[in-house]
């Protein structure tokens, strides 16, 4: 057994194998897994809980499943999907975990974020964070028509990625002391995030003692997982489309 962290699969009607695939390793978790955690970005764009569109209603049907054979499934916003609200969660059979979160995995305090707000270089975009989230212009939005939201969504699309573009490399990833910031107040000394799309673990030394960053797998071409076993080791592994087998197999033939 262990527990799967996932982030950034950017789910779509624009990439149905990365559902597909998405479904067959949710399946796996639900025979396997102790629990799910989805770390921000599990759909591409979402632009309100009423609209449920082939993709969407796929995946909340396959998450109603895997919770009723008793997986915890935990989901946390990214930048992209900060919009699910309640009637999904409900729908679907997720927990909602707020950015910033201390988990308690096997008797190790481990904080959760989705990562982009340790991109402290990144001006433009927190800026733009900040006025999102927004209480009252999150309320405007959701006021207008479906079809309204959806050319709004996709104007901000293309202008993140006009962005992502323009951006030096180093502003659009973490800043090492706003990483250091958040690993003491939370008084941990592992910290597991997405939203970069640079997967790898990060060593570093907090308080005098060993720490680590682990940075989750972007779904592209393949899928990405971190399995966190109960004894603390920790895998990221990848898995192709079409390819699938289980992720908690034993058996290395």
Known sequence: MATAFISDCHLSDNSPEMTQLFCQFL????????????????????????????????????????????????????????????????????????????????????????????????IAYLKFRRWSRCWFIKKLFLMKSLQTRAAIAARYRKASMAHTADTAPEIMDVTPPEVEKKMKKHQVQTLIHGHTHRPAVHTLSLNNQPAERIVLPAWHQTGGALLFQPDGTHTLVTFQPKQYRSLFDQDPS
């Open 27 to 122: 399946a796996d978790c639900s025979n396997h897994a102790d629990a799910l955690y989805i770390l921000g970005d599990f759909f591409d764009v979402w632009i309100g809980d009423d609209y449920l569109g082939k993709t969407e209603q796929t995946i909340i049907a396959a998450l109603q499943q895997s919770r009723q054979k008793g997986l915890p499934i935990y989901l946390m916003h990214g930048n992209r999907d900060f919009l699910i609200g309640k009637r999904f969660l409900k729908n679907a059979g997720c927990t909602f975990l707020p950015d910033e979160t201390v988990a308690n995995l096997y008797g190790k305090p481990v904080l959760l974020m989705h990562g982009d707000t340790l991109c402290t270089a990144d």
